[in-house]
């Protein structure tokens, strides 16, 4: 198949090479262009320079094995940032709920807890500032980028 393409390539180009080209002026004044000198008609011989040789179009099959690497790459970018953008909504959400919790225990009030049995009790102070420090440090592991 390539032999063919190629072949025709060049035997297109060696044809446009070969050719030449007249310009001419009929009777109403019009410009006509030929390969052929006019009979009756005063003509004017073109040197004609071949253009490039240019790599013949790609097929039907190509561009879409083009089109489908493509978005199989733009698919694995947009997973990428799926994910990316996933894991910074959860560290943003870590953070404001940490935030939130250190105002909540430097406000003050009283603070309860519940323990192994499931009952409710309340904090003291040495207990209260145990649960700011924690809090506190909530804070500035998951705010880092914020």
């Given at each position: 198949?390539?032999?063919?393409?190629?072949?025709?390539?060049?035997?297109?180009?060696?044809?446009?090479?070969?050719?030449?080209?007249?310009?001419?002026?009929?009777?109403?004044?019009?410009?006509?262009?030929?390969?052929?000198?006019?009979?009756?008609?005063?003509?004017?011989?073109?040197?004609?320079?071949?253009?490039?040789?240019?790599?013949?179009?790609?097929?039907?099959?190509?561009?879409?094995?083009?089109?489908?690497?493509?978005?199989?790459?733009?698919?694995?970018?947009?997973?990428?940032?799926?994910?990316?953008?996933?894991?910074?909504?959860?560290?943003?959400?870590?953070?404001?709920?940490?935030?939130?919790?250190?105002r909540?225990?430097?406000?003050?009030?009283?603070?309860?807890?519940?323990?192994?049995?499931?009952?409710r009790?309340?904090?003291?102070?040495k207990?209260?500032?145990?649960?700011?420090?924690?809090?506190?440090?909530?804070?500035?592991?998951?705010?880092?980028?914020?």
């Amino acid at each position: 198949m390539k032999r063919v393409v190629i072949l025709a390539c060049a035997l297109a180009c060696s044809s446009a090479a070969l050719a030449q080209l007249y310009k001419s002026i009929d009777k109403d004044g019009r410009v006509i262009y030929s390969d052929q000198p006019p009979v009756a008609a005063e003509s004017k011989q073109l040197k004609v320079s071949p253009g490039p040789a240019t790599a013949p179009a790609p097929s039907a099959k190509e561009r879409l094995k083009e089109q489908e690497k493509g978005k199989a790459a733009s698919a694995g970018n947009s997973k990428e940032d799926e994910e990316k953008a996933k894991l910074d909504k959860a560290n943003r959400e870590r953070c404001e709920i940490a935030r939130a919790q250190v105002r909540n225990m430097q406000e003050g009030g009283r603070f309860t807890a519940v323990d192994a049995k499931g009952e409710r009790y309340y904090l003291d102070e040495k207990q209260i500032e145990a649960e700011l420090a924690k809090a506190q440090k909530a804070v500035s592991e998951s705010c880092k980028a914020s």
